[in-house]
């Protein structure tokens, strides 16, 4: 059975960091990417960021790129993202889940934990 627990979230003030931890179970990252998504208030579900262990290819979204870092640690089944420079815009609950990724393309599978809350004060 799959199984994510997402960690890490809580209340910062803009500009500061986080880090969230994602542990997993019930498939490996050597035959999945592993990544994560954002839903905010108010709008739609967006991908932030997800890595392919296999050739640690990395993607991230426009709106984070240069201030968050996806890694991993295979040996744990654990994955990171760690968060700088927060703005509010960044609040949201923000999921893991397994990605299937295509050349430019990064899809993530209908699995979901609980979610972290994230939110970034002004």
């Known amino acids: 059975e799959v199984q994510l627990v997402e960690s890490g979230g809580g209340l910062v003030q803009a500009g500061g960091s986080l880090r969230l931890s994602c542990a997993a179970s019930?498939?490996?990252?050597?035959?999945?990417?592993i990544g994560w998504l954002r839903q905010a208030p108010g709008k739609e579900r967006e991908g932030v960021s997800c890595?392919?262990?296999?050739?640690?290819?990395?993607y991230y979204a426009d709106s984070v790129k240069g201030r968050f870092t996806i890694s991993s640690d295979n040996a744990k089944n654990t994955a990171y993202l760690q968060m700088d420079s927060l703005k509010p815009e960044d609040t949201a609950v923000y999921y893991c889940a397994p990605f299937y990724v295509e050349g430019s393309s990064w899809t993530p599978y209908d699995y979901w934990g609980q979610g972290t809350q994230v939110t970034v004060s002004s």
């Open positions: 019930g498939f490996t990252f050597d035959d999945y990417a």
């Open positions: 890595i392919n262990s296999s050739d640690g290819s990395t």
